[in-house]
């Protein structure tokens, strides 16, 4: 049962999202695409992070895991709105499945969208700058706990909103900053020691961090740091989540 249950709940959340693919994968690949023509034609001649690194080497896997923390918590976190809001939620919630299986499924779902779309972003930019690749397995430790952290705060911010100004509210103000303050576009030693302490504060930083070392062995925290700090947040907020679904939080009315 738990199988039948898990599977048809995870086919359908990855089924709704492909549907729409120029929407969902297509569209967060062309805009990454435009931020690396921008800020890698302008900065190319002028910036340097890493000896021998140019700077639009640099940005491909900042922006691999911008597109992938972006694109899994839009996954989740539109799903569970759309889904309170059209009253389809009831018909989940009466099904003979448990918390464990709502969380994964919508977790899992969110997963596959994002590394859907940082492998398109990858495969796209590389043609304009091919980053070294140091450790694959760096590499895809942080891509999943980068999506499994992402699709579990999109699950949190649908359970927790009523309406979508309240989810935009949550992507405006949280999901986007800490995202754009991650050292996307730049080494957190570029900046003031003031703005250096604040950004080990931000956990989306040893996500980006740790996901650039495994290109380049290079990163400004030491990636079993970064890999311990993610692990620790992600395990925290999946036990947020789970209790939410546990206690059905906003979802029985």
Known sequence: MFAIT??????????????????????????????????????????QIYPGVGYTTFLVPGL????????SFANSSSSLIQSKINGSLVFILLAPISHWQLYLAYMLAAVVRGLIVATGVFIITVWFARPLLHSLIW????????????????????????????????????????????GVFYTIHSLPAFWQRVSE????????????YGFFGHSDVNP??????????????????????????????
Not at 64 to 71: E, R, Y
Not at 201 to 212: A, H, K, T
Not at 225 to 244: D, N
Request: aromatic share 20%; hydrophobic share 60%; charged share 10%.
């Open 64 to 71: 691999v895991m911008m597109s992938l923390l972006q694109n």
């Open 224 to 253: 079993w740091t970064s890999f311990c700090i993610v692990s620790i947040f992600f395990l925290l907020l999946a036990l947020l989540a789970v209790h939410l679904l546990q206690k059905g939080y906003k979802l029985r009315f």
């Open 139 to 182: 590499i895809l430790f942080f891509a999943f706990l980068g999506s499994a952290i992402l699709g579990t705060m999109g699950i949190i911010a649908g359970i927790w909103a009523d309406k979508y100004d309240q989810l935009a509210s949550f992507q405006n103000f949280l999901i986007m900053p800490a995202t754009f303050l991650s």
């Open 6 to 47: 898990f599977q048809t709940l995870f086919y359908k959340e990855v089924l709704r999202f492909m549907k729409v693919a120029t929407q969902t994968i297509t569209a967060p690949i062309v805009t990454a695409l435009l931020y690396l023509l921008i800020f890698g034609h302008a900065l190319e001649d002028y910036v």
């Open 201 to 212: 504060f931000n956990p989306f930083f040893y996500l980006v961090d740790g996901f650039r």
